[in-house]
């Protein structure tokens, strides 16, 4: 409240001997007489009553009361630490009569003495003080009541935000487990692919080997018969080497089919045609030969 701080700023200025002069006048001006009265209460000082002989009767005077209030020696402390708070009505309408008074201001006050002008706007800054704060004071209250239910709505939303928080990283959790398991699916599908494409290169291994079951097993016979036959085929073979490479090939073959007749005859077991190249020979290498 910018006329109260202005006020307790002026009081701030006065100094005791300030007070002094003040006090000190036994017949004051109409004026200081005006504003000590005000000042008297509002420090609940009770003034003086006596008979006025003029009109014979009672009158209150506030001088004599205000001058001991003044001589207290913490009259100025007592203003500036002045409890705003505790005014009532009863003050206020009290304080009326004074304040109404046209000269009750610092322009009309300033002229007689600073020091009366400044207790003077004291006293004003109170009156405005007690009449702002019946409409903050309700406004206060009000502001209390809805501190407080702001507080049990926070503490519900905390409350609310903390099970909420509890949720979401269970949500999360959930989210990143699923994508864990996204991940494996994605996993073993790829897996499963190459087992397919693994299992179709089979297949077509297996349909291709089966093509050449009917020859292995042709090869596998003539490999029998050649197993019996071994015997007088590599003795033919052995005389060949041996005896008949000096000659042509008309008498070797000759030759051959005479010992392959002998074999026979003495229960030898042959091919029953001769062919060294069958017997001793490389395929694959005598190929080479040709290239």
């Known amino acids: 409240m910018p006329a109260l701080r202005a006020a307790e700023e002026a009081l701030k200025n006065i100094t005791s001997k300030d007070v002094t002069l003040v006090k000190t006048v036994n017949v004051p001006n109409p004026d ?21 002989p003029e009109t014979q009767k009672k009158e209150t005077d506030y001088w004599p009361s205000a001058q001991k209030m003044m001589n207290s020696g913490h009259f100025l402390n007592d203003l500036l630490q002045y409890d705003k708070d505790s005014i009532d009505e009863k003050k206020i309408k009290a304080l009326k009569p004074f304040l109404e008074n046209p000269k009750f201001n610092r322009e009309s006050l300033i002229p007689i003495s600073p020091v009366i002008a400044n207790i003077g706007s004291w006293a004003i800054a109170m009156d405005k003080y007690y009449h702002v704060n019946l409409i903050v004071v309700p406004k206060r209250a009000s502001l209390k009541i809805a501190q407080a239910e702001y507080d049990v709505v926070a503490g519900e939303l905390r409350v ?15 989210k990143r487990d699923l994508q864990d398991l996204k991940d494996e699916l994605s996993d073993l599908e790829a897996q499963l692919e190459d ?13 291709s080997l089966s093509k050449e079951k009917s020859r292995w097993l042709d090869l596998s016979k003539e490999l029998a018969v ?27 073959d000759d030759v051959a089919a005479q010992w392959v ?19 001793l020979g490389n395929p694959v290498e005598i190929r080479t030969w040709n290239l």
């Open 32 to 52: 200081t007489r005006m504003v000590m009265s005000a000042v008297c209460v509002l420090l609940d000082v009770a003034p003086l009553r006596k008979m006025n």
């Open 160 to 174: 609310k935000q903390a099970a909420l928080k509890e949720i979401m990283d269970k949500v999360n959790k959930m």
């Open 195 to 207: 087992c397919k494409q693994r299992l179709i290169k089979a297949e077509s291994l297996i349909n």
């Open 226 to 252: 050649d197993l019996i036959n071994l015997t007088g085929d590599v003795l033919i073979s052995a005389g060949m080497i041996a005896y008949l490479g000096a000659f042509n090939s008309v008498y070797r």
């Open 261 to 279: 007749k002998l074999s026979s005859e003495k229960k030898i077991p042959n091919s029953g045609s001769f062919s060294l190249k069958r017997v």
